[in-house]
């Protein structure tokens, strides 16, 4: 509550100040009501000023004292006049801006001094933020002026409506060629030709992004000054300073401006995709595929977000007409915490329209948590690659978005002067909040599991393989009974086989009677036979053993499982090809792999396990652990666990031949109680290893703790 | 160059050269918030070695001693020989060597000696160094620090520094110039004296003097009128230009040469205590408001209730107007003129009438005196006919008492103690108690404390504190031990915080038929007389803490037999600092003396803390005196060190927004 004194009105009220000529006003509206806009033209910066404010300024001539003009104001008496120490912080914040002219000389100590704290300031914003470094290039202005008459048509209802056109055309095609569109984008988005080509395509579709800013301040009479390029998370990009159009009276004028970016990269979006679709594969081809992800994919989810400070929060600030969204929502917060969790009744509020209030709070925790998670992945991903990097990134970000409001928080407690009298009370709440959320975070036990995924498994013992082509004839045991080790099982026919045998024995029979006939006259002709004898017996014993092959016997004791026992008879089935199985007792259980990272907490904290077979993911089994290989691995049991295959497990492309996981893994064979269905055998399953119920907090400990062991190799 | 010199005046030969320094000032620099830090740390770091620059004074003082026998020899000619050798060492350097001060203390003390009878004390010539070095000398009650500051003062204006002896009030600036003055004529140095009503060349005068005695409020006073004076253009450079290019008159335009050395007595009062206090020269304008507003809006704020349209900030005495009473005193002043139409102002129209009808009591803050408002201080309980309250507040006070309107009046210039001493070249204190301010004073000063030892060593006893429930225990116990004391010859001082405690002090003395006299809102003449009366046999002296300052109680024949002057606290002070100086007015140099104090837990430090009290009086109901009593003492304890913290906090953020209001003010120059 501010009064309408101030015990320093008496330095200020004999000066006669002027406002300086590079100073311009002008009228705007906002949520209804009148405001002014101060422009500084040397400086590039605006100024919201109250219509009691802006009447304040214009009654500023030189001539007349700030007493004077202060009760000139004062007696108009319909709006709200300034009090003194509102008019002091005008004519300081004016000051400040270097807008104020006065009688009296400069202070030369004080100037220095400010432009030491500026020049600090600039510094101090640069170290905070060291990936936004801005380098200006030069100044567009002129050339801008001159190509005028290519771009100024554009800003009409005709540009309105054939770039709808075109954006509506890019989107048919699109949308017709879709699945080709998503698998390009699988098989070549990331390689590495395209990354380059991505990377350059990436400058040039920025640099017309900017172009369009620049075209749109220019036509409606703004002025452009600056170009440069600055480095976002070490990616270089061109800005331009396109902060005249703040000036402009109408909020879709200023919106035009801040959208024109995105404008341009639909645009180019949609005339990538028509050539997309017509040229053949080839270099034309994958750049307009890169402009059109550039251009419409990543414009949209970056540039468009409206909780980024990106374009698309300027839309929306001035959309809803509350100028400086970020900055007030954040006061707005705290505002709201001062007065209703404090109980200071005199803080001021950021508010200064109707509807305000919902925009601020609402943006403010959107905005928190989106740059919270964006963040954290950013870091989260950079780490994967290069770790002391990523961690630096995270501490930076979370120090940006966490711990500096923390402190300021604690030290706002702690000393502020506002909370005199009502300190025990905002240090009793905010201390009872950090409880709570303390308890919450590690007093709380929620339910804690790994999951992990397995396959149906049977050992390669119990597996009934075809030892040789052939048609299947007969199944000699019936299916799902018991069957003793050496019981014939199967009977296999091969024709060709049984005919070879024969015509090798006939031949056999052959060679043995010419043998005897040359034997006792021709010894060198015996000799020569009966080496083709030899040769040839030696043939047929190998055709005969596999005639053998033909009839398939258990090997070992078990259940005899014939999956597909109707429709197998007369089959023709080939070597290796796995026809049923001989199941033991325990036989069959899931086999999971457990990656490294998991593999303590499923050792230290066992706990009931339970299943989910993939084919019936609705369906909980109860399990149990029936034996663990001690030793870590990196030999994948089934390919169906692999990244490749659909699984949680990144292998080795290098070597296809073996499935290799890159980092260890652990294996566990989970026995399910009541057994498992035999037609999933070989599927995918889901296990859950129950480790009783955690905090998070410490959960969350142990991960990280989890992270820097791995990195760090301790 | 020769022909610009016609364009110049041409300069007059018996005009006297302007002097080499027209202005001298120091520049606070701007303070970063790490300085902050690191000036309280090296204040607390030096606030632990105040004992050892006391000491470090010792060697300068003995060498003065030892040139002692040498001067005594001498005649009074030899004596006055012997200045220009003296004078001239000083001057030599910035910092003249030991050796050179020790000769001039020697000379200082000899002539001190013959024109006094009081040649300096060895601790006395430690505390004037160690004042010359810049620094708060700390010396026990009754160690002569008049006579300290004179030597000090003297040598510094031997050296040829102006030196300002500033005292907390005029009676003391007086007789202390007075009994001072042949000392300094002896050694050719002119006393100034700065007194009420004095004209504008009169102070000049006197501020030209070598040496100049003035109260703290004067001398701040004169320091604004002179920045107004000088306005925007306070460069020493521009000042010597102008005295050479004045048009010849002989009219002074500034009262002080600038501020070049000040030695404060009771330092810790002027520069702690009060530093909070802000010093406004104002001139007259008319009042903002028609006398027809302020009946409106008194008339408003009486239709409002408390818990639901405002309430009164606790601990800061300032009215919070809720949002139903906005609503209120917009609705009832909707109909009245456009006066009324802008909300800040009615907001404040009628936040100033709620003010002056609840937070302002008659008799209280202040009294009316032939039709006329007229401020009371609440400390001292002296009126103020000079002061007014800013803000409209006045004239809203004027009518609601009904008395004429006065003219508003607009602010030329402020300051506090606190700015204004941080400007001088070289600032040095003296005081009795400097415990627990030692990192301020350094912190904002640049001041360390050097602890001088006593002459001889300290005979005054301290009495346990003894607790009382509630405040008529306490009485009883009080005029009992009063009569008790009295019977017996011995004289009791009773000390108060303020003028209200001491008179009710007075009331239950006489209620219990004792014979006493009550310093209260008299003259600091007629204060310093009664209070130096206090140690006469069997007397008792109710005073304030203020009431007579720098008077030395001397004790009647035959006292110190019985045991000295017998001080009596009866409320705590808000800060020990206090309650020490009250310790201090017995037992003076070695005399005996008894402090006691006899406390109860209605003390005005527990307010606003009732389960403190509700604790202490259970304690005190249950436990055996043996444990309950250092309980109580330690829970009032508490509350002090609680009360200190708070207002050093005060002091701080006082001047922490008062550099950044310089901030934002820096584009209306420097006006004072």
């Known amino acids: ?714 | 160059m020769s022909d610009g010199a016609g364009t110049l005046p041409r300069l007059q030969k018996q005009r006297p050269l302007p002097p080499a320094r027209a202005w001298a000032e120091r520049t606070v620099p701007p303070e970063g918030k790490l300085d902050r830090a690191l000036n309280w740390a090296v204040g607390i770091a030096r606030a632990r070695l105040a004992a050892f620059y006391g000491l470090r004074y010792r060697a300068i003082a003995e060498h003065a001693a030892a040139l002692a026998p040498e001067l005594a020899g001498l005649s009074v000619e030899a004596l006055h020989a012997r200045l220009p050798a003296v004078t001239s060492a000083l001057r030599r350097s910035e910092s003249p060597p030991p050796e050179a001060l020790a000769a001039a203390f020697a000379l200082v003390r000899e002539w001190s000696g013959r024109l006094l009878g009081q040649p300096h004390y060895p601790v006395q010539i430690m505390g004037a160094a160690a004042l010359l070095d810049g620094r708060i000398a700390q010396m026990a009650t009754g160690e002569g620090k008049t006579l300290t500051a004179a030597l000090a003062a003297s040598t510094a204006a031997l050296a040829g520094i102006p030196v300002h002896v500033v005292t907390v009030n005029a009676y003391l600036a007086e007789r202390d110039a007075e009994t001072m003055g042949p000392l300094y004529r002896a050694l050719g140095l002119s006393v100034g004296i700065i007194r009420e009503k004095q004209e504008l060349p009169e102070r000049a005068a006197a501020y030209a003097c070598d040496i100049t005695y003035c109260t703290n409020k004067d001398l701040t006073f004169d320091y604004l009128r002179d920045r107004i004076t000088l306005g925007q253009r306070a460069s020493d450079v521009r000042l010597k230009l102008n005295e050479l290019l004045r048009p010849s008159g002989p009219e002074p335009r500034l009262r002080l040469r600038g501020l070049h050395f000040a030695i404060v007595d009771e330092a810790d009062s002027v520069l702690v205590d009060e530093a909070r206090t802000p010093l406004i020269i104002s001139a007259e304008v008319p009042s903002q408001f028609a006398p027809e507003m302020l009946t409106r809006a008194l008339s408003v704020s009486q239709s409002l209730t408390q818990p639901r349209d405002y309430g009164i900030v606790p601990g800061e005495r300032r009215i919070l107007l809720h949002p139903a009473g906005l609503e209120a005193i917009e609705a009832a002043t909707s109909a009245d003129g456009p006066g009324w139409r802008a909300r800040v102002t009615r907001e404040e129209l009628v936040r100033q009438a709620l003010t002056a009808l609840h937070l302002f009591h008659r008799d209280e803050h202040y009294i009316l005196r032939d039709g006329k408002v007229v401020i009371v201080d609440e400390y001292t309980g002296r009126v103020m006919p000079d002061r007014a309250w800013s803000d409209g507040l006045h004239q809203m006070i004027e009518h609601k008492e009904g008395c004429a309107l006065s003219a508003g009046r607009s602010t030329l210039a402020r300051i506090t103690y606190q700015r204004f001493f941080r400007r001088y070249r070289r600032l040095a204190g003296m005081t009795g108690t400097a415990g627990g301010i030692e990192a301020e004073l350094w912190a904002i000063f640049r001041l360390s404390v050097a602890r001088i030892p006593t002459h001889r060593p300290i005979r005054r006893r301290h009495l346990p504190d003894l607790v009382f429930p509630d405040t008529t225990a306490k009485w009883q116990h009080v005029t009992a031990r009063v009569a008790a004391l009295h019977a017996g010859g011995i004289p009791v001082l009773i000390g108060t915080r303020s003028v209200a405690a001491a008179e009710e002090a007075s009331g239950h003395l006489g209620d219990a038929g004792l014979n006493h006299t009550l310093l209260s809102a008299a003259q600091d003449k007629a204060e310093a007389e009664i209070v130096a009366l206090a140690g006469g046999q069997g007397r008792i002296t109710v005073a304030t803490n203020m009431a007579g300052r720098g008077t030395d109680i001397k004790l009647a024949p035959g006292v110190a037999e019985r045991g000295g002057l017998h001080v009596i606290m009866i409320e705590r002070h808000d800060a020990r600092r206090i309650d020490d100086q009250l310790a201090g007015r017995s037992g003076r140099q070695g005399e005996p003396g008894c402090f006691q104090a006899i406390l109860s837990l209605d003390d005005p430090l527990l307010d606003g803390r009732p389960l403190s009290r509700l604790l202490g009086r259970a304690v005190l109901a249950t436990l055996p005196a043996s444990l309950a009593q250092p309980m109580a003492r330690r829970l009032l304890r508490f509350a002090q060190a609680r009360a200190e913290r708070l207002h050093a906090r005060m002091r701080r953020e006082l001047m922490n927004s008062d550099q950044s209001q310089e901030r934002m003010l820096a584009f209306s120059g420097h006006s004072e």
């Not at chain 1, 470094?133 to 771009?151: G, N, V």
């Not at chain 1, 690659?385 to 940006?400: D, E, M, N, P, R």
């Not at chain 1, 702690?414 to 909370?419: A, I």
Request: hydrophobic share 50%.
């Open chain 1, 1 to 714: 509550m501010a009064s309408l004194f101030s015990q320093s009105w008496y330095r200020v009220s004999g000066l006669k100040p002027r406002l300086r000529g590079h100073a311009q006003i002008h009228r705007q509206r906002f949520r209804g009501a009148v405001w002014y806009v101060l422009q500084d033209h040397q400086t590039g910066r605006f100024h919201r000023l109250s219509p009691a404010a802006n009447l304040f300024l214009c009654l500023m001539d030189g001539q007349r004292s700030v007493q004077e003009i202060w009760e000139m104001v004062c007696a108009r008496g319909d709006d709200d006049p300034p009090t003194q120490d509102e008019t002091i912080r005008l004519l300081s914040l004016l000051h400040g801006a270097d807008l104020l002219q006065g009688a009296f000389p400069p202070d030369f100590a004080e100037l220095s001094e400010r432009a030491a704290s500026t020049a600090r300031r600039t510094m101090m914003a640069r170290v905070r933020n060291p990936l936004a470094l801005r380098l200006p290039l030069f100044d567009p202005d002129r050339l801008l002026e001159a190509l005028r008459p290519l771009y100024q048509p554009l800003f009409s209802v005709t540009g309105l409506v054939c770039w709808l056109l075109l954006v509506l055309t890019g989107i048919t095609i699109a949308t017709l060629h879709w699945h080709e569109l998503i698998g390009d984008a699988a098989n070549q988005m990331l390689t590495a030709q395209n990354l380059a080509l991505m990377m350059v395509t990436y400058i040039v579709v920025k640099g017309l992004h900017e172009l369009g800013h620049a075209c749109a301040t220019k036509a409606w009479g703004g002025e452009v000054h600056e170009v440069g390029a600055m480095l976002l998370v070490l990616i270089p990009a061109p800005y331009v300073e396109a902060s005249a159009a703040a000036a402009f009276a109408s909020k879709w004028q200023r919106m035009v401006v801040s959208a024109a970016g995105i404008i341009v990269e639909l645009a180019l979006a949609a005339i990538a995709a028509i050539v997309w679709a017509l040229a053949e594969p080839g270099l034309a081809r994958a750049v307009a595929f890169n402009v059109m992800v550039i251009g419409g994919v990543s414009t949209l989810l970056f540039n468009g977000n409206p909780l980024l400070r990106f374009d698309g929060y300027y839309i929306l600030a001035d959309w809803v007409e509350i100028p400086n969204l970020g900055a007030r929502s954040n006061r707005y917060v705290f505002y709201w915490l001062q007065k209703h969790v404090f109980g200071i009744h005199d803080a001021e509020s950021p508010v200064t329209a109707k509807g305000e209030r919902g925009w601020l709070a609402g943006y403010a925790v959107a905005s928190f948590l989106y740059r919270m998670m964006v963040s954290l992945a950013i870091a989260a991903v950079i780490a994967t690659q290069f770790f002391i990097f990523g961690v630096a990134l995270a501490i930076v970000a979370i120090a940006g978005i966490l711990v500096v409001p923390l402190v300021k928080g604690v030290r706002f407690l702690l000393l502020d002067p506002k909370l005199r009298g009502r300190r025990r009370r905002a240090l009793t709440l905010t201390g009872a909040a950090a409880g709570a959320l303390l308890l919450l975070v590690f007093a709380m036990p929620l339910p804690y599991a790994t999951i992990a995924q397995g396959v149906v498994w049977v050992p390669d013992r119990s597996e009934l393989r075809a030892r040789v082509d052939g048609v299947l004839a007969r199944v000699a045991a019936r299916p799902g009974e018991a069957v003793a080790r050496g019981e014939t099982l199967l009977q296999l026919e091969d024709p060709v086989l049984s005919a070879r045998v024969a015509v090798l024995a006939a031949q056999l029979e052959e060679l043995r009677q010419r043998y005897d006939a040359v034997r006792l006259t021709d010894r060198v002709q015996a000799e020569i036979l009966n080496e083709q004898i030899g040769s040839t017996s030696q043939t047929l014993d190998s055709f005969r053993s596999r005639t053998a092959d033909l009839t398939l016997t258990a090997g070992q004791e078990g259940r005899f499982i014939l999956p597909e026992a109707t429709d197998l008879v007369g089959r023709y089935v080939h070597r290796g090809d796995r026809i049923g199985y001989v199941l033991e007792a325990e036989d069959p259980v899931i086999r999971v792999v457990v990656p490294q990272a998991d593999i303590d907490l499923v050792r230290s904290r066992p706990g009931p396990v339970a299943v989910r077979l993939a084919d019936r993911v609705e369906e909980v089994r109860p399990g149990a652990i029936l034996r663990e290989v001690p030793g870590a691995q990196s030999e994948v049991p089934s390919p169906a666990l692999t990244a490749p295959g659909g699984g949680p497990i990144p292998i080795d492309m290098s070597n296809p031949q073996k499935p290799r996981a890159l980092q260890s893994i652990f294996i566990f064979d989970v026995q399910v109680a009541g057994g498992i269905p035999l037609d999933v055998l070989g599927e995918r399953a889901y296990v859950r290893f129950d480790h009783g119920r955690e905090a998070i907090g410490w959960r969350v400990l142990r991960s990280l703790r989890q992270v820097f062991l791995s990195q760090f190799r301790v």
